[in-house]
Structures are given as structure tokens and as C-alpha cells.
């Protein structure tokens, strides 16, 4: 596992913030394009010393090398994986190669608002250990919810459902414990265990954020041609 492509204008000690993402087959989907519209929202919202890690599972789509270099122009590292497809090894090697005081996970299909990386930043230095935000889903008839009465709901029961826990931030200070919580997550093959797991270690170690986010965006794809559901 070797990054094929590492790019930064100064020195990575002094990046403050790091996007993880893993990916296959999602730069574009039956026409339509995922991982370009979470770069492009990213690129909007975060700061300059920032840089964006992605680990690739052989994509057989559209090569990252033909299009991300030139769009993310900020520090920059595309990770070739190998073996059989697993999301949270995919997400657990981007944490590993983080230079960034923050982490932030996301899975490639996901959109985000402006003032999310300064949000999430302020939750932590406010005292929260990690930030695990719910999303709202864009659907294939372009219809976005939760609703605001789910939301008043989620509020007012206390129930912290199971949306979103894929994306989630921590400082990298807290990543030698979160390794330890994957454990024999990283050989498996499935995408919804491990993200429960290192939720509930995160709580574990201390105070965590979950709560909706306004415009932060699942968007919906077609199953065909992708290991994801």
C-alpha cells in the first residue's frame, strides 16, 4: 500500500486539517459524478493548509489521476489499495497518513456546506472528544430529508439513529486509540460494523457531538458497478 501520488507546496507539518476519504467507483456513476462534487464542496469550505487523503480500491471509472490533481489544489495523497475491498480499512490507512491537528472521514459520495470544517473544529475546541454528524439524504428524485419535524423528533426523543456515522472528526490526538477500535474491522468486508464501533469508543472516551447538520448531504446512487450499498 503506496501512495502513487503525494503533493504538497510546503512542508505536511503544516497542515491544520485532513480530509480522509476511501474510495471505489465513485468519481463517476452511471454518468453521474460523486466523488468531484464532495472535492468541490470541500475545496470551498477548507482552509489552505489542508490536505485531502484518498485511498483507491482499483477504480475502474474514471482514474483519479486524471482529474483529482488538478482539481484539489492543496496538499494531496491518492493511496493505491489492494485485497479484497474493505471501507474501513480504506478509512483507517487515510488516518494513518494524516498530518493534520483535525481528522475528518467522509465517505466519497457525501456533500458539504460551507462552514462545516469550521463548525465541526469549534464543537472539539469547545471541549467535544469527536463530532459524528447526521446526514440528510438527497434521494434519486432529488428530494432531500429528514424533514424538519424528523429532526424536532431526533431532538426531542434523544435517539441518535445510526445516519451518518461513517463521516465523522477527531483531533489526531485521539487516532492511536480510535486504530485500536477497528481491530479485526480492517479485514472485513462490510461497511456499517466498524462505523458503530468507533462511535461507540469515541463516547467512550469522552464527550461526542451528534446532531444534524444542515446541508451536509448523502447523495443517492445507483447500486450498479460499486462494492457500497
Same mark, same amino acid.
Given at each position: 500500500? !503506496?501512495?502513487?501520488?503525494?503533493?504538497?507546496?510546503?512542508?505536511?507539518?503544516?497542515?491544520?486539517?485532513?480530509?480522509?476519504?476511501?474510495?471505489?467507483?465513485?468519481?463517476?456513476?452511471?454518468?453521474?459524478?460523486?466523488?468531484?462534487?464532495?472535492?468541490?464542496?470541500?475545496?470551498?469550505?477548507?482552509?489552505?493548509?489542508?490536505?485531502?487523503?484518498?485511498?483507491?480500491?482499483?477504480?475502474?471509472?474514471?482514474?483519479?489521476?486524471? +482529474?483529482?490533481?488538478?482539481? +484539489?489544489?492543496?496538499?494531496?495523497?491518492?493511496?493505491?489499495?489492494?485485497?479484497?475491498?474493505?471501507?474501513? +480499512?480504506?478509512?483507517?490507512?487515510?488516518?494513518?497518513?494524516?498530518?493534520? !491537528?483535525?481528522?475528518?472521514?467522509?465517505?466519497?459520495?457525501?456533500?458539504?456546506?460551507?462552514?462545516?470544517?469550521?463548525?465541526?473544529?469549534?464543537?472539539? !475546541?469547545?471541549?467535544?472528544?469527536?463530532?459524528?454528524?447526521?446526514?440528510?439524504?438527497?434521494?434519486?428524485?432529488?428530494?432531500?430529508?429528514?424533514?424538519?419535524?424528523?429532526?424536532?423528533?431526533?431532538?426531542? /426523543?434523544?435517539? @441518535?439513529?445510526?445516519?451518518?456515522?461513517?463521516?465523522?472528526?477527531?483531533?489526531?490526538?485521539?487516532?492511536?486509540?480510535?486504530?485500536?477500535?477497528?481491530?479485526?474491522?480492517?479485514?472485513?468486508?462490510?461497511?456499517?460494523?466498524?462505523?458503530?464501533?468507533?462511535?461507540?469508543?469515541?463516547?467512550?472516551?469522552?464527550?461526542?457531538?451528534?446532531?444534524?447538520? @444542515?446541508?451536509?448531504?448523502?447523495?443517492?446512487?445507483?447500486?450498479?458497478?460499486?462494492?457500497? /450499498?
Amino acid at each position: 500500500m !503506496n501512495p502513487n501520488y503525494i503533493r504538497y507546496e510546503g512542508s505536511p507539518l503544516n497542515i491544520k486539517v485532513s480530509y480522509c476519504v476511501t474510495n471505489y467507483n465513485r468519481s463517476i456513476l452511471q454518468g453521474k459524478k460523486y466523488l468531484p462534487r464532495l472535492v468541490e464542496t470541500l475545496l470551498e469550505d477548507s482552509p489552505v493548509e489542508s490536505e485531502l487523503i484518498v485511498t483507491d480500491w482499483q477504480s475502474t471509472d474514471l482514474p483519479l489521476l486524471s +482529474w483529482l490533481p488538478q482539481m +484539489w489544489d492543496r496538499g494531496l495523497q491518492i493511496i493505491e489499495m489492494e485485497g479484497q475491498f474493505s471501507l474501513a +480499512w480504506g478509512k483507517a490507512t487515510a488516518c494513518e497518513r494524516a498530518n493534520g !491537528n483535525y481528522i475528518f472521514v467522509f465517505d466519497a459520495d457525501m456533500l458539504v456546506p460551507k462552514g462545516y470544517t469550521e463548525t465541526i473544529i469549534g464543537y472539539m !475546541n469547545a471541549g467535544w472528544k469527536s463530532v459524528f454528524p447526521l446526514y440528510y439524504c438527497k434521494g434519486e428524485d432529488g428530494i432531500i430529508s429528514p424533514s424538519p419535524k424528523e429532526v424536532v423528533e431526533f431532538k426531542k /426523543e434523544g435517539n @441518535p439513529a445510526n445516519r451518518g456515522q461513517g463521516c465523522f472528526a477527531f483531533p489526531k490526538a485521539l487516532w492511536p486509540k480510535l486504530r485500536m477500535a477497528y481491530g479485526d474491522s480492517l479485514t472485513r468486508t462490510s461497511w456499517g460494523g466498524e462505523d458503530h464501533k468507533i462511535f461507540w469508543v469515541c463516547s467512550a472516551l469522552g464527550h461526542c457531538w451528534r446532531d444534524w447538520i @444542515p446541508g451536509f448531504i448523502h447523495q443517492w446512487h445507483p447500486k450498479e458497478g460499486s462494492f457500497y /450499498e
